[in-house]
């Protein structure tokens, strides 16, 4: 089982940035895929970035293009989203994911954080 605990999340207001942080524990993420999805008030669940074992990043949402940048630190068995250039769009749930070893596909999630960017 791998748990992951979210934070960094916050009011901001436009223009400004947020870094957010998920925490594993339970198990190493050193060869899982981790991933960041949001969720808006009414909306689905998105992919918004992904990052690799290997290290290897894509994005999903072509909005954050240029904003938002994922990286991980196995050795802290952290996963970081660095948010910059906030829109009021991008205010959601913030949610970490996880997979299983050598997979891409999440199973493992975190509770959310709430980010609010306003105008």
């Known amino acids: 089982q791998v748990r992951l605990v979210e934070s960094g999340g916050g009011l901001v207001q436009a223009g400004n940035s947020l870094n957010l942080s998920c925490v594993a524990s339970?198990?190493?993420?050193?060869?899982?895929?981790m991933g960041w999805f949001r969720q808006a008030p009414g909306k689905d669940r998105d992919l918004v970035i992904g990052?690799?074992?290997?290290?290897?990043?894509?994005v999903y949402v072509d909005s954050v293009t240029g904003r938002f940048t994922i990286s991980r630190d196995n050795a802290k068995n952290t996963v970081t989203l660095q948010m910059n250039n906030l829109k009021p769009e991008d205010t959601a749930v913030y949610y970490c994911?996880?997979?299983?070893?050598?997979?891409?596909?999440?199973?493992?999630w975190g509770q959310g954080t709430q980010v609010t960017v306003s105008s």
């Open positions: 339970g198990r190493t993420i050193s060869s899982r895929t």
């Open positions: 990052i690799n074992w290997r290290g290897g990043s894509t």
């Open positions: 994911a996880a997979s299983e070893p050598y997979s891409v596909r999440y199973t493992y």
